[in-house]
């Protein structure tokens, strides 16, 4: 699947497991969160990631990082 | 539209265009400033001087694109304009995103739209069909031949001409569709066609619009599947020893992780030309999640993390190429029997 | 296949000129209708009223509500046998009406009008048979801007106009209706009986023996049979659970095929696209020269569920194979999830090694479906380009009628024939 801050070009591409990354330059992070904060950021992107990859889902599908 | 009064033109620029500074101002939010900017000088030997200039940071359009198109629009309600040019934004793909967005949404309020970028930017896809977009190269040396074309076009879409063809006029085909009278009948077209392509040429009167591949059916079980990284955030190991281009890619490369347990900021960074690399090359894993791909790994949300990840430069490049890349990696990904893919992208 | 009757030969006479007058006839070119002779309805017990009026190219007239447009035609020999199965007995051998490799159409001299088709049409939606949006709209325009999309505002046009009776089952009505158009269509085609035409062309099935070198292709023509105003008829009965079959080309074009669906009218097929055929008699024209005309197989469309419709696809190119088919050519009816039976019938030809080329009409959105192994498509046109607006001085069959809108150009009867009728397409711009 495909993380990515830019899902509706993603969209226009065809693919279909499409997860909203946290920005265009720091997709699986945030410079403005503490270590610890971060570090929980990315594991939960992660763990989002791999609930999208165990999903049957319909074309195009965007999740975000927040059901 | 009164003769003789003067047609209003809006220029929209991106930060780096309209002189606002370059990937750093890549967060600035729309502006409305005088008269012309950048390229928009150029037009005005056509006729077609803008009279407003909007512009606004690539990123931050991607980022706040509701509130910043609500933001251009009012301007556009304001302005009133006969024509709105757009770009050029030649191989941007966030430039030329934003420019086929606000053309689509100006297309839609019943402005005229003159834009310039490659036919693989997603800005074509975006403006859905209301631009007439100049085609050009993916990189601003283009920018002289491309520039008069823009302000021909646009200056007679002000004086409310109705254009000629794509292939006439010089722009891309705009996905629209438009009723002719063939010579023939449709029967005896069939029937030409079908000799024809028996005989070995083989020819279409319309085709596909997308490549569309069906979602893949879900991972079954998530604890055995083999699972890779993938990123087209041109992430690298320190130095770019295998010189990942930094735009233009022809080449993915593929670096092992399989001691890794993170990308580290001195031994890893980003070589792709197309964004800020300043909080990527900070700490990589905000590119190439392997941190918490690893912990995650080792928690046992899933089988195995695949011992090396595959990295490339999405800059400028052509959909075939991308999709060639695409197939390359799938092809080596299914040989290692890996069932499942994280690719990131920016 | 064996054929039991005489050859088809089709005669051909121009109607230059409609007058109304007192006696019903055509002599030269002009044919003079009595209306109040036609008798349009009557006897007709599920039908309350029936109207008739002639249009002709250049009036400022809109025809809102039509239903189907039918070439005015007679069987010379006995004119009983026109429109078999609906005006007359459906078989003279006793055999099967649903034996589509033999009928009484397609056999003998036929008589056609050139220049004139008669056009029927029935407000439903007012008469309470339909919600408001079961049935598109549907129009003729005689003049102009969309005058020239329908194939039927360039040709004088017969209009009858039905009112159901109050109460009528709605198949009965139905029934009345086609019965009563084809008939005005038999009477009017019957004044030329008494003339010896000067040139009949005569259509051999099976065709004459041909270069075994040149390619042999079949058509696929699609027809969909979906319930009371979405049927297609053969002599008379609906083609529901239609099996890809094999059926005589001269009967298609002579009768046996009627249609009996009045849902986007310019892409699905009127019986006038049944009886002139231009991918038939193209066909016929081209064999022995450029091609063997191997057959013609009649594929249902709108199967409800993928798996019948892959079934029926296969079942389809198995058919065409067996025909001994190098090409297979596939029309398309209507719009919608019939394309979807179109593309897999094109994937299960290929599949076995017949080339094809199918006929589909394009929307806005680019093509309802698509398959990679069809690469060569015939696109009759853009069912949703506008037309502008107009404001015609009358509109018979209904009310209002977009009337100084824009007109989409799916609400023309006949524009974008997918049996590849009429010369639109589409380009990009």
């Known amino acids: 699947m495909f993380v990515t801050a830019l899902p509706t070009i993603a969209q226009m591409v065809g693919a279909n497991r499409i997860l909203r990354g946290v920005s265009i330059t720091h997709p699986t992070g945030d410079p403005d969160l503490s270590t610890g904060v971060e570090a929980a950021l990315r594991r939960r992107i992660v763990e989002r990631a791999l609930e999208m990859l165990v999903t049957e889902v319909g074309p195009t599908t965007i999740w975000e990082l927040q059901p | ?346 | ?429």
């Open chain 3, 1 to 429: 296949m064996e054929s039991i009757l005489a050859d088809l030969e089709i005669a051909t006479f121009a109607v230059d000129e409609v007058v109304e007058g007192t006696q019903t006839g055509w002599s030269d070119g002009r044919l003079t209708v009595s209306l109040p002779q036609l008798a349009v309805g009557a006897g007709e017990s599920a039908l309350a009223e029936a109207t008739v009026e002639v249009v002709r190219p250049g009036d400022s007239v809109r025809i809102s509500n039509v239903l189907d447009a039918v070439l005015p035609s007679v069987k010379a020999d006995d004119a009983a046998l026109t429109f078999p199965g609906v005006l007359g007995p459906a078989s003279v051998t006793g055999a099967s009406s649903f034996a589509m490799a033999t009928s009484v159409a397609g056999a003998g001299r036929t008589h056609r009008f050139d220049g004139l088709a008669v056009l029927s049409t029935c407000d439903w939606l007012r008469a309470g048979y339909v919600g408001p949006e079961e049935l598109p709209d549907s129009f003729v325009d005689m003049a102009g801007p969309g005058a020239d999309r329908s194939p039927f505002g360039s040709t004088a046009d017969v209009v009858i106009g039905y009112v159901p009776a109050e109460g009528a089952p709605v198949d009965e009505v139905d029934a009345a209706i086609r019965r009563e158009t084809l008939r005005v269509s038999r009477e009017l085609a019957a004044t030329t009986l008494d003339v010896e035409p000067a040139h009949a062309a005569t259509l051999p099935w099976p065709p004459t023996p041909a270069d075994a070198s040149l390619p042999a292709v079949v058509l696929m023509l699609q027809v969909a049979s979906e319930g009371p105003l979405t049927d297609t008829f053969w002599q008379g009965e609906p083609l529901r659970e239609l099996d890809p079959t094999e059926a005589d080309p001269r009967a298609i074009i002579d009768g046996a095929l009627t249609n009996g669906a009045y849902d986007w009218p310019a892409v699905r097929n009127v019986t006038a696209a049944y009886q002139g055929s231009a991918l038939i008699r193209d066909l016929f024209a081209a064999h022995g020269q450029r091609l063997r005309f191997a057959g013609v197989i009649v594929a249902p469309g709108y199967l409800d569920s993928a798996e019948q419709k892959q079934r029926s696809a296969g079942a389809a190119a198995e058919l065409a194979a067996r025909l001994g088919a190098d090409g297979v050519i596939c029309t398309t009816f209507s719009s919608g999830n019939s394309h979807t039976d179109t593309m897999l019938t094109v994937q299960a030809c290929e599949q076995r090694g017949i080339g094809t080329v199918a006929l589909v009409c394009e929307t806005n959105g680019g093509l309802t479906d698509h398959v990679p192994e069809a690469n060569s498509l015939i696109s009759t046109g853009n069912e949703d380009d506008l037309v502008e607006p107009w404001t015609p001085d009358r509109v018979i069959g209904g009310e209002g009628a977009r009337s100084g809108e824009p007109v989409p150009t799916w609400a023309y009867l006949g524009a974008c024939s997918q049996m590849g009728e009429t010369t639109w397409t589409a380009v990009p711009a």
């Open chain 2, 1 to 346: 539209m009164d003769g003789g009064a003067r047609m209003t033109i809006i220029h929209y620029l991106n930060q780096f265009f309209a002189g606002l500074g370059g990937e750093e101002a890549a967060g600035h939010e729309p502006v409305k400033l005088d008269g012309p900017r950048g390229p928009g000088r150029a037009f005005a030997a056509a006729g077609a001087a803008p009279d407003v200039t909007l512009a606004c940071g690539d990123d931050h359009f991607a980022e706040h694109e509701p509130e910043v198109l609500a933001t251009l629009l009012a301007w556009l309600e304001e302005l009133r304009p006969h024509v709105l040019i757009c770009g050029p934004s030649f191989g941007s793909g966030r430039y030329g995103y934003a420019c086929g967005v606000l053309a689509r949404e100006a297309g839609r309020r019943g402005v005229a739209v003159v834009a310039a970028m490659t036919p693989d930017s997603p800005g074509v896809m975006a403006a859905e069909g209301a631009a007439y977009i100049v085609p050009t190269g993916s990189s601003v040396a283009s920018m002289k031949a491309v520039l008069p074309s823009m302000a021909r076009l646009a200056a007679r879409l002000a004086e409310g001409e109705t254009l000629g063809g794509p292939e006439e006029e010089g722009y891309l085909p705009r996905g629209l569709r438009v009723m002719v009278r063939a010579e023939h009948t449709g029967a005896r077209r069939a029937i030409d066609q079908l000799l024809d392509k028996l005989a070995g040429d083989v020819r279409t009167e319309v085709g596909s619009t997308g490549d569309r591949v069906p979602p893949v059916p879900a991972v079954s079980d998530l604890h055995t599947v083999r699972l890779a990284l993938v990123t087209e955030a041109g992430c690298v190991p320190q130095g770019n020893p295998d010189r990942l281009p930094t735009r233009h890619a022809n080449v993915w490369l593929r670096y092992s992780i399989a001691d890794a347990d993170s990308l580290g900021a001195g031994a890893y960074e980003s070589v792709h030309a197309g964004f800020d690399t300043t909080a990527g090359n900070d700490d990589p894993n905000r590119l190439v999640p392997l941190d918490a791909a690893r912990a995650l790994e080792r928690d046992g949300a899933f089988g195995v993390l695949h011992d090396s990840f595959y990295t490339t430069s999405g800059v400028d490049t052509p959909v075939a190429t991308a999709a060639k890349f695409g197939q390359e990696i799938a092809a080596e990904l299914r040989e290692a029997k890996v069932g499942a893919v994280i690719l990131t992208g920016t």
